[in-house]
DNA sequence: CCCCGATCGTTTCCATGTAAATTTTCTGGC
DNA sequence: GCCAGAAAATTTACATGGAAACGATCGGGG
């Protein structure tokens, strides 16, 4: 993991020249911290974790909509459209075409589908929980908290998994 | 005028499925959130985020060489080399090859890039904290300070503002 | 000296994600 | 019914970044 300096002309403090006082800089390179630890999970890498987040919050809200996927996961139906292609041909998800709006689609898990989060989504959170740095557990907490609070989202809405309107069809 | 839903079936109250648990999941989500509201400040969409962060840590350390920046800012040698192509190109990074070691590569900035960098860095900065969400700015330092511990590097060792007193709870 | 392994940088190819334009459908005014 | 405008999804072209393989150089052992 770590060499000694092989040839090293001395001890050179590197900086970041002031980027660390700017959260995007942070959040960036956290971002890249976490993909790196990722997609060297084996477990999760194959469909990578942008896949595994689309599907689990398909199966959280069955019948969601292309946009809403989009809008609560922060990227562009473009790509959204090719991620659902490549679940299609996998038999994970279900497109169904809407009778009172034939414009929209709406997305359901398939069996396998299913099957796939079920197996993903507890990988993803075991390397999350592997990833506590140098964070106590109190700061991961509250980092977790905080990062809710910026994105506007509620801190825990479905902590308590609730079962509404499940499986009612 | 409204803009009410026209045939909402119900309010619908969207859930990640359990995926805001995850710190890994929470900074990718506001990573991008970040990387939407950047790139649409022409200010520094021209040249990115990254690269004027790449040009910020070769000022702030003249001399240094690729591995030393790629290891900073988490990204690979590959794409470092494809940056600084880019740089050299635009007339901003010189490249000097190392005598004693003629693997390696010293780089710093040019008059011009020196120029750019003062250029970018103030935008840069404007930017980030023009961001402030819905977070309070004793949260924003917080949460800068808990990034900082998160990715193991020294906390804003330049930071204008005082140190807070929330101390570590 | 020459070979061999390690390190540094580069090149090539591929995965990920966006922007802009297009298609289809819904809604409202005539 | 028909046309104009908005909204949802798709397609096409492109930018960003990584993985694996490569060439060049250093350093040590015969």
């Given at each position: 993991m770590d060499a000694a300096p092989r040839h090293d002309t001395g001890i050179r403090r590197r900086s970041y020249g002031g980027l660390t006082e700017m959260s995007g800089f942070l959040?960036?390179?956290?971002?890249?911290?976490?993909y790196a630890a990722d997609s060297a999970n084996p477990q999760?890498?194959?469909p990578g974790t942008a896949q595994i987040s689309v599907l689990a919050v398909i199966r959280a809200n069955p019948g969601i909509r292309h946009g809403e996927l989009a809008d609560m996961l922060l990227i562009k139906l473009a790509y959204l459209t090719k991620l659902l292609k490549g679940f299609e041909a996998q038999?994970?998800?279900h497109r169904r075409s809407n009778p009172s709006d034939r414009r929209t689609v709406e997305l359901t898990l398939?069996?396998?589908g299913e099957a796939a989060v079920d197996r993903l989504l507890p990988a993803l959170r075991a390397q999350d929980a592997r990833r506590q740095?140098?964070?106590?557990?109190?700061e991961m907490a509250q980092l977790k908290r905080l990062l809710c609070k910026y994105l506007d989202i509620p801190a825990s809405a479905t902590t308590a998994s609730g079962d509404d309107a499940a499986g009612s069809g």
């Amino acid at each position: 993991m770590d060499a000694a300096p092989r040839h090293d002309t001395g001890i050179r403090r590197r900086s970041y020249g002031g980027l660390t006082e700017m959260s995007g800089f942070l959040l960036s390179l956290a971002q890249a911290h976490v993909y790196a630890a990722d997609s060297a999970n084996p477990q999760i890498a194959d469909p990578g974790t942008a896949q595994i987040s689309v599907l689990a919050v398909i199966r959280a809200n069955p019948g969601i909509r292309h946009g809403e996927l989009a809008d609560m996961l922060l990227i562009k139906l473009a790509y959204l459209t090719k991620l659902l292609k490549g679940f299609e041909a996998q038999g994970w998800v279900h497109r169904r075409s809407n009778p009172s709006d034939r414009r929209t689609v709406e997305l359901t898990l398939t069996r396998e589908g299913e099957a796939a989060v079920d197996r993903l989504l507890p990988a993803l959170r075991a390397q999350d929980a592997r990833r506590q740095s140098g964070l106590t557990p109190r700061e991961m907490a509250q980092l977790k908290r905080l990062l809710c609070k910026y994105l506007d989202i509620p801190a825990s809405a479905t902590t308590a998994s609730g079962d509404d309107a499940a499986g009612s069809g």
